[in-house]
């Protein structure tokens, strides 16, 4: 393939969850513009509608109008929050500081997924909740009023830390967190410093404040770095070309995977960029380049952490053997990543390894073949479908519709970038 021209990518997932759930606690009308649309945007928009919110039609390239009433009303039916962990693991900091009962849950792969990491801090902080044996949803969330929380997070992740940040906003009650080794995106903190709320940042604590006041806001709501990195990937391994991706947001807790392709040797130039909505915005220029292998330690986890499987599919087209360390997370994301990326990388003829919380990939200049089984995991779907792209590959990835829950056209936009697959393996250097 010949990469050329272009593109924009959808809005960036964790900036759209929490201007709608932010906004939603704004006594009046926000405007969101350029915010993501997809599946898992629409189920965050479907629970905070059924807790009073008014929310415009998420359709793409239309401003959101968000109209919040500052406090949630009780709702008359269960939260579905579809195949989204954002949507619900926020939601409930948010509903423990509220004085009614709610049911959330979800669609199979969400129900499997551990919620006792926010509902074991919230239950700290006052809220009750009705969970079934094991862990995961759907549970029952009895918020009321809230006493102010100290805590050491087991892991680090953005979702728990934002869930308590905005337990204490709407409990309006202090919060002072700690995370493990590595630091998540840190969205919410930038969001809430914007509302006036102290947010601080010392020897890896963050503590929050409540002293700030969420009002009606306007955002334009960058593209997701998330998604553009399967076209930087496409791009990373086509025959010739260029490709630029406009607009994108660079917050420096996301772009870990940018500083793993330059050590891998990707040729990938950020342009100069500006400031919206708090956020660093530009744009990216890729390259196809040779690739080699790369260690990627344990502290560069979380600021990489929803592009492994990509990176992984890249450091099986690299010289030499890729290891990710401490990635024991991946077990709980929309899918078992840890298992599927080795398993699936195998099916194609690759060789890789998940061996506990390490996983292996060693690289080839094979032509990958064979089937990919998602579990409807959008992220999975889009990496492998990525590898599709080489030329003689055969690639069958078995549900590329998942790939809505965080890219809408995502196959269309992949097509859009590239001039032709040629049909015969094309082995340039020694890498591919
Ligand atoms: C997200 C945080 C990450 C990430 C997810 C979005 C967020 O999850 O995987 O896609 O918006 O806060 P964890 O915080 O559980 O690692």
Redesign the pocket.
């Known amino acids: 393939m010949i990469v050329r021209g272009s593109v924009r990518v959808p809005g960036d ?2 900036i759209t ?2 201007a709608l759930l932010l906004a939603s606690l704004a006594g009046g009308t926000s405007h969101l513009g350029g915010a993501l649309t997809s599946l898992d945007a629409r189920s965050c928009a479907r629970v905070l509608r059924q807790l009073g919110t008014g929310i415009s039609p998420l359709a793409p390239d239309r401003v959101i109008t968000v109209t919040g009433r500052r406090r949630f009303q009780q709702p008359s039916e269960i939260l579905n929050c579809g195949n989204s ?2 949507t619900a ?2 939601l409930l900091g948010l509903l423990a500081a509220h004085p009614f009962a709610a049911t959330l849950t979800g669609d199979p792969s969400l129900r499997r997924r551990p919620m006792r990491r926010v509902t074991v801090p919230l239950g700290l902080m006052g809220a009750r909740f009705a969970e079934r044996p094991g862990d995961g949803l759907p549970l029952t969330v009895r918020g009321g009023r809230l006493t102010g929380l100290r805590y050491e997070m087991p ?8 869930a308590l940040l905005l337990a204490g906003v709407a409990g309006r009650v202090p919060v002072v967190l700690r995370e493990p080794a590595g630091r ?2 840190d ?2 903190e930038r969001m809430l410093r914007a509302f006036g709320y102290p947010v601080e940042e010392q020897d890896g604590w963050i503590a929050f404040a409540p002293g700030g006041r969420v009002e009606p806001f306007d955002l334009q709501v960058p593209g997701d770095l ?1 998604s553009a990195a399967f076209l930087v990937g496409a791009a990373s391994l086509a025959e010739g070309g260029a490709l630029a991706i406009l607009g994108v947001g660079l917050n420096p807790t996301r772009t870990g995977f940018l500083r793993v392709l330059a050590r891998m040797g990707a040729r990938v130039e950020v342009g100069a960029g500006h400031e919206a909505g708090g956020e660093p915005v530009g744009d990216l220029l890729v390259a196809p380049a040779e690739l080699r292998g790369t260690t990627v330690a344990a502290e560069e986890i ?1 600021g990489l ?2 592009e492994i499987p990509l990176l992984a599919v890249l450091a099986s087209r690299a010289a030499g053997a890729t290891t990710f360390h401490e990635v024991g ?1 991946l077990r709980v ?1 929309e899918s078992n990543r840890l298992e599927l990326i080795a398993a699936n990388l195998r099916a194609i003829g690759a060789r890789a390894e998940a061996d506990g919380n390490v996983v292996r990939v060693e690289g080839s200049d094979r032509r990958p073949a064979g089937r990919v089984r998602t579990d409807g995991d959008h992220r999975i779907a889009m990496a492998f479908a990525v590898l599709d792209t080489i030329p003689g590959a055969r690639v069958q990835v078995d549900d590329l519709s998942c790939a809505d829950v965080s890219f809408p056209r995502f196959a269309e936009t992949l097509r859009g970038i590239g001039v032709v697959k040629r049909k015969t393996a094309f082995v340039k250097g020694s890498s591919r």
Not at 155 to 162: D, M, N, R, T, Y
């Open positions: 997932k964790s969850h929490r962990g954002t693991r926020l892991v680090s992740s953005a979702q728990i830390k934002s998540s995106r969205h919410t998330s979380p952490i929803d997370e994301k």
